[in-house]
């Protein structure tokens, strides 16, 4: 059982780079691990650090007016190789929410399956939210699942989001596809007692 998803508010990180690919979210060295523990500490990490293993004070990720659970990436997010590493190392760092007009199919069900939700908007929507960032770094967004809607709390303005039913359901029970089953067990049981021999 995950985390379930509620609505959330929150500042969120600027990335304004358009086809950011699944190797700079985490480096093909870093994928030898087999479960998700410590990615979060890998993610863009030939951004995050130097050669010499020091800390880039011009990345985002670094720079201690950002906060946030919410990351909001340029157009084509997520783009290249499937490796789910990927959306592990999102969730690892603490993101609930990427924000882009457009993802890679492959992230977007891998993030997804790992319990972050992928925010397709506008690419004019995407443009304020990262013009009320520059004006003020601790700027909010508000992201609710139920009603499929995210709000730039700096303009008032708000757009609706597409998500697949099966897993906005996940999501919001905190459910993996296992435990989506196992919610269904007594209607599973009912159906099987009501027509034996199927």
Known sequence: MKQKFTTI?????PLPIENVDTDQIIPARFLKATDKEGF???????WRYTKSGEKN???????????????????????????????????GFGFRVVVSSFFADIFK??????GVLPV??????????????????KN????????????????GKKENFDINSYKKNC?????????????????????????PGL
């Open 9 to 13: 508010t929150s500042s969120y990180y």
């Open 40 to 46: 979060g500490d890998n993610l863009f990490f030939d």
């Open 57 to 91: 004070p011009e990345f985002v990720l670094n720079n201690d007016k950002y906060t946030g659970e919410v990351l909001v990436a340029g157009k084509n997010f997520g783009s290249g190789s499937s490796r789910e590493h990927a959306a592990w190392a999102v969730a």
């Open 109 to 114: 069900n891998n993030a997804l399956n790992n």
């Open 120 to 137: 397709v908007v506008s690419e004019d929507f995407l443009a304020e939210i990262f013009e009320s960032n520059k004006k003020d770094p």
């Open 140 to 155: 909010t967004v508000t992201v609710d699942l139920e009603t499929q809607t995210i709000t730039n709390n700096g303009t």
């Open 171 to 195: 999501l919001l029970n905190g459910y993996d596809d296992i435990d989506y089953l196992l919610s269904k067990k007594e209607e599973i049981v009912g159906y099987e007692t009501q027509h």
